[in-house]
Protein backbone atom coordinates (compact mmCIF):
# COMPACT_ATOMS: atom_id res chain seq x y z
CA UNK A 1 0.00 0.00 0.00
CA UNK A 2 1.20 3.94 -0.94
CA UNK A 3 1.49 5.64 1.71
CA UNK A 4 2.92 8.73 0.36
CA UNK A 5 4.01 9.39 -3.28
CA UNK A 6 5.67 12.38 -4.98
CA UNK A 7 7.22 13.59 -8.39
CA UNK A 8 10.72 15.92 -7.85
CA UNK A 9 9.69 17.83 -11.32
CA UNK A 10 11.53 20.54 -12.20
CA UNK A 11 9.44 24.03 -11.82
CA UNK A 12 7.45 25.78 -14.65
CA UNK A 13 9.97 29.02 -14.81
CA UNK A 14 12.64 26.33 -15.63
CA UNK A 15 10.24 25.56 -18.69
CA UNK A 16 10.04 29.39 -19.35
CA UNK A 17 13.03 29.73 -19.63
CA UNK A 18 13.48 26.72 -22.03
CA UNK A 19 11.17 28.21 -24.51
CA UNK A 20 12.81 31.68 -24.03
CA UNK A 21 16.41 30.09 -24.52
CA UNK A 22 15.27 28.00 -27.77
CA UNK A 23 13.68 31.42 -29.12
CA UNK A 24 16.72 33.31 -28.55
CA UNK A 25 18.94 30.53 -30.49
CA UNK A 26 16.16 30.17 -33.53
CA UNK A 27 16.62 34.35 -33.59
CA UNK A 28 20.16 34.45 -33.33
CA UNK A 29 20.13 31.58 -36.61
CA UNK A 30 17.58 33.11 -38.46
CA UNK A 31 20.04 35.20 -40.89
CA UNK A 32 21.52 31.92 -41.43
CA UNK A 33 18.43 30.35 -42.96
CA UNK A 34 14.43 29.99 -41.52
CA UNK A 35 14.52 26.01 -41.53
CA UNK A 36 18.03 25.99 -39.82
CA UNK A 37 16.98 28.17 -36.89
CA UNK A 38 13.47 26.55 -36.30
CA UNK A 39 15.56 23.09 -36.42
CA UNK A 40 17.96 24.40 -33.83
CA UNK A 41 15.83 25.54 -31.93
CA UNK A 42 13.29 22.61 -31.52
CA UNK A 43 16.73 20.93 -30.97
CA UNK A 44 17.83 22.51 -28.19
CA UNK A 45 13.88 22.96 -26.53
CA UNK A 46 13.90 18.76 -27.12
CA UNK A 47 17.44 18.12 -25.58
CA UNK A 48 16.07 20.57 -22.79
CA UNK A 49 12.80 18.64 -22.36
CA UNK A 50 14.75 15.17 -22.43
CA UNK A 51 16.91 16.72 -19.71
CA UNK A 52 14.18 18.21 -17.56
CA UNK A 53 11.97 14.94 -17.24
CA UNK A 54 15.20 12.95 -16.42
CA UNK A 55 16.41 15.49 -13.12
CA UNK A 56 12.86 15.78 -12.54
CA UNK A 57 11.51 12.45 -12.94
CA UNK A 58 12.48 11.57 -8.90
CA UNK A 59 10.03 9.72 -7.08
CA UNK A 60 9.80 9.62 -3.57
CA UNK A 61 7.13 6.93 -2.33
CA UNK A 62 6.67 5.32 0.69
CA UNK A 63 5.26 1.91 0.30
CA UNK A 64 4.67 -1.42 2.62
CA UNK A 65 7.23 -0.29 5.28
CA UNK A 66 9.89 0.64 2.44
CA UNK A 67 11.21 4.47 1.07
CA UNK A 68 12.39 4.57 -2.37
CA UNK A 69 13.82 7.98 -3.17
CA UNK A 70 15.24 7.73 -6.74
CA UNK A 71 18.14 5.11 -6.24
CA UNK A 72 17.41 5.33 -2.16
CA UNK A 73 15.82 2.45 -0.67
CA UNK A 74 15.49 2.02 2.83
CA UNK A 75 13.11 -0.08 4.86
CA UNK A 76 11.09 1.12 7.46
CA UNK A 77 12.89 -0.88 10.42
CA UNK A 78 16.51 1.12 9.55
CA UNK A 79 15.12 4.61 9.44
CA UNK A 80 15.49 6.21 13.29
CA UNK A 81 13.96 10.02 13.83
CA UNK A 82 13.14 12.30 11.31
CA UNK A 83 13.52 15.64 11.11
CA UNK A 84 11.51 18.26 9.19
CA UNK A 85 14.23 21.17 7.77
CA UNK A 86 12.80 24.20 7.09
CA UNK A 87 14.55 26.25 4.04
CA UNK A 88 17.85 27.65 6.70
CA UNK A 89 18.38 23.83 8.33
CA UNK A 90 17.73 21.94 4.52
CA UNK A 91 20.50 24.77 3.23
CA UNK A 92 23.12 23.68 6.24
CA UNK A 93 22.50 19.83 5.87
CA UNK A 94 23.02 20.16 2.14
CA UNK A 95 26.48 22.08 2.78
CA UNK A 96 28.46 22.70 5.49
CA UNK A 97 26.69 20.15 7.87
CA UNK A 98 26.82 17.29 5.10
CA UNK A 99 28.53 14.50 5.70
CA UNK A 100 30.00 12.37 2.68
CA UNK A 101 28.43 9.30 3.87
CA UNK A 102 24.95 10.17 3.75
CA UNK A 103 22.42 9.53 0.72
CA UNK A 104 20.81 12.68 -0.52
CA UNK A 105 18.72 13.43 -3.02
CA UNK A 106 18.63 16.76 -3.01
CA UNK A 107 16.68 19.30 -6.06
CA UNK A 108 17.88 22.93 -5.47
CA UNK A 109 14.57 24.46 -6.44
CA UNK A 110 12.88 22.83 -3.76
CA UNK A 111 13.47 24.85 -0.12
CA UNK A 112 12.52 22.62 2.87
CA UNK A 113 13.67 18.67 3.26
CA UNK A 114 13.65 15.67 5.02
CA UNK A 115 16.38 14.23 7.01
CA UNK A 116 16.07 10.49 8.73
CA UNK A 117 18.96 9.11 10.20
CA UNK A 118 19.62 5.42 9.66
CA UNK A 119 19.14 3.12 12.28
CA UNK A 120 21.14 0.13 10.99
CA UNK A 121 25.00 0.62 11.36
CA UNK A 122 26.10 -2.49 8.98
CA UNK A 123 24.26 0.14 6.02
CA UNK A 124 27.17 2.80 6.59
CA UNK A 125 25.54 5.80 5.90
CA UNK A 126 24.27 7.79 8.89
CA UNK A 127 21.19 9.40 7.66
CA UNK A 128 19.51 9.78 4.36
CA UNK A 129 18.42 13.80 2.94
CA UNK A 130 15.17 13.60 0.95
CA UNK A 131 14.45 17.24 -0.77
CA UNK A 132 10.55 17.38 -0.93
CA UNK A 133 7.26 19.70 -1.41
CA UNK A 134 5.53 18.60 1.26
CA UNK A 135 8.10 17.88 4.19
CA UNK A 136 5.18 17.67 7.17
CA UNK A 137 3.19 14.83 4.94
CA UNK A 138 6.66 12.33 4.17
CA UNK A 139 7.90 12.57 7.49
CA UNK A 140 4.32 11.43 8.38
CA UNK A 141 4.52 9.23 6.31
CA UNK A 142 7.81 7.89 7.00
CA UNK A 143 6.75 7.49 11.01
CA UNK A 144 3.90 5.70 10.17
CA UNK A 145 6.08 3.49 8.10
CA UNK A 146 8.38 2.51 11.16
CA UNK A 147 5.63 1.93 13.47
CA UNK A 148 4.17 -0.57 11.27
CA UNK A 149 7.47 -2.42 10.18
CA UNK A 150 8.69 -2.23 13.98
CA UNK A 151 5.10 -3.16 15.51
CA UNK A 152 5.00 -6.76 17.59
CA UNK A 153 3.72 -9.43 15.43
CA UNK A 154 0.65 -10.37 17.51
CA UNK A 155 -0.88 -6.76 16.36
CA UNK A 156 -1.74 -8.02 13.04
CA UNK A 157 0.54 -6.60 10.70
Not at 2 to 25: F, K, M, N, Q
Not at 27 to 37: G, Y
Not at 113 to 125: D, F, G, K, Q, Y
Request: charged content about 20%; overall charge positive; aromatic content about 8%.
Amino acid sequence: MVIYDERLSVPLRWWLAALVAAGALAAALLPLSAAFAAGAGTVLLMALAWAFGRYGGARIRVCDGVLVAGPIVLRGEHTGAVEVLDRAAAFAWRTRLASPRARLLIRTYLPCAVRVEVAEPSLLCPYVYLSTRRPAALAAALEEARDHCTAPAGRGR
